[in-house]
């Protein structure tokens, strides 16, 4: 579950709640919002990733990977990505 709200983000119109008191202002395009959410999501993984390889690496018998670690990196690298076109974008 994402901790990003994608009806925050969301143009004004059908997705607008009439008592949102932010229905009024300028909202950021479809495309932004979800780069946002899905970088969201995939960093919250990469996290949960990281808190599973933090106990491995207490277990000598378990230890980390490079591998494991490169995964994550990879992760972060694309959220980034993702995200900088996004903004270029707004």
Do not use: C, Y
Not at 3 to 30: T, W, Y
Not at 31 to 49: C, K, M, P, W, Y
């Amino acid at each position: 579950v994402s901790l990003i709200s994608r009806d925050r983000f969301l143009p004004v119109g059908k997705h607008a709640r009439k008592d949102d008191p932010m229905a009024n202002k300028s909202r950021l395009p479809e495309d932004v919002v979800t780069a946002i959410v899905q970088s969201s999501e995939r960093l919250e993984g990469a996290a949960s990733i990281l808190a599973m390889l933090e106990e491995n690496a207490s277990n000598p018998e378990l230890g980390v990977k490079a591998s494991e670690l490169a995964a994550v990196r990879s992760i972060i690298e694309a959220s980034v990505k993702q995200l900088d076109e996004a903004w270029e974008e707004i």
